[in-house]
């Protein structure tokens, strides 16, 4: 049984108004655009068999090779629908107008996608690369039957989650809550002296750079190209240390540091507070024996002091970059949000967690590599 929050995810689904491009138009008067929903789990080319019908009158003669753009930037065909929403569109645009184009593909800018075929290796092979993350190999990929297989990608086509998550779990691929506590009270009644293996998560960051003096994201100008925005495919470790929360914040400084180096210590973070808000003893003791005392708080209570961290609040003291959204399937969550609940309630079906961050840099200051 999925959770209720995996239940949205499977559900969610974008409504796109897809126009037939100009040059591509044989009749009058021109066919109006298609409205359609396009689930967020799914990739665009999955949809071709619902638009092709619809403008198959007016296109001219030729050889159909299918590919999107949305304000003249070709869509990367195997970037899931709704992490290309949430991306590109920072304010919202309901319906999502999109350009379909059945001619002149881009081999120079898009890899090929001749057919459903395409998509779904490239799942496939997706999701190779999370069991190869999580636990290591990817035997129980490789392994799968082939009816397990035709059943794990019909029922991802058909948005079929308890389907899709029956055969899933035959992978082993779970990284984080229930089963993440059984291995930490395993590993600790086997050997309490040695440290737990961390849990690996499968992610995908998508890092869009807009600059300081655009004050509102809906000021925020089209993206006109890819380079525009950093790729960053690299897992983050849990480590199970007793007391300690690892929050959405702390995935995102592991794998974005460069916006975090200027902010201070959890020590120097406690000690700060101690000293605010303690008595008048406590904190002339404090002041007196910082080292000594700073070092026996835990983490714990640095969580119940702290204020609630929101995207806007992750920046450097010398202003200079600003994290300034945070999206993952549609969501903008609290960045103190255990990352645990993230990844099972959020994470894709091919095990990947997407993540969508627009950062703001000064004028003049490079994009982030």
């Known amino acids: 049984m999925g959770t209720e929050g995996q239940k949205y995810v499977w559900e969610g ?4 108004q897809i126009h037939l491009d100009e040059s591509e138009i044989t009749t009058l008067p021109p066919p109006p655009p298609a409205l359609i929903l396009g689930p967020r789990l799914g990739y665009l080319p999955l949809l ?20 999107f753009d949305y304000k003249g930037l070709p869509l990367k065909w195997y970037i899931p629908t709704g992490v290309l929403f949430d991306i590109l569109c920072l304010e919202p645009e309901r319906p999502w107008n999109l350009t379909v184009h059945f001619r002149t593909y881009p081999a120079d800018l898009l890899s090929p996608c001749e057919s459903e075929d395409t998509v779904k290796w490239n799942f496939i ?35 079929h989650m308890e389907g ?33 293996k961390p849990d690996r998560i499968p992610v995908r960051l998508y890092v869009r750079s807009i600059d300081k003096d655009v004050h509102d994201l809906e000021d925020a100008p089209p993206v006109d190209s890819w380079d525009k925005i950093s790729y960053i495919n690299r897992p983050v470790e849990i480590h199970m240390d007793d007391g300690k929360i690892f929050t959405l914040r702390d995935a995102i400084k592991t794998l974005l540091p460069e916006f975090f180096e200027d902010e201070p210590s959890i020590d120097e973070e406690l000690s700060r507070i101690e000293l605010q808000d303690g008595d008048k003893a406590l904190e002339t003791d404090l002041c007196d024996q910082d080292s000594e005392i700073v070092s026996t708080v835990r983490s714990r209570e640095l969580t119940d002091t ?28 609290k960045l103190d949000i255990p990352f645990t609940w993230v990844v099972k309630n959020l994470s894709n079906p091919e095990h990947f967690l997407h993540i969508c961050v627009c950062v703001v840099v000064a004028q003049g200051q490079d994009k982030m590599r």
């Open 13 to 16: 689904a974008i409504p796109l």
């Open 48 to 67: 071709v068999s619902l638009i092709k019908p619809y403008f198959s009158s007016t296109l001219p003669p030729g050889t159909d090779t299918v590919w």
């Open 306 to 333: 702290l204020d609630e961290c929101t995207p806007s609040s992750c920046c450097s003291s010398s202003g200079k970059t600003e994290v300034k959204l945070v999206r993952i399937q549609g969501i903008e969550p």
């Open 125 to 159: 092979n997706s999701l190779k690369e999370a069991a190869y993350i999580i636990n290591g190999n990817c035997k129980n990929v490789m392994n799968m039957s082939q009816p397990d297989q035709l059943e794990l990608w019909r029922s991802f086509m058909n948005g």
């Open 164 to 196: 899709n998550l029956r055969i899933s779990s035959k992978l082993k691929l779970g990284t984080v809550g229930e089963e993440s506590a059984t291995k930490k009270a395993t590993a600790h009644h086997q050997q309490s002296s040695s440290e737990t």
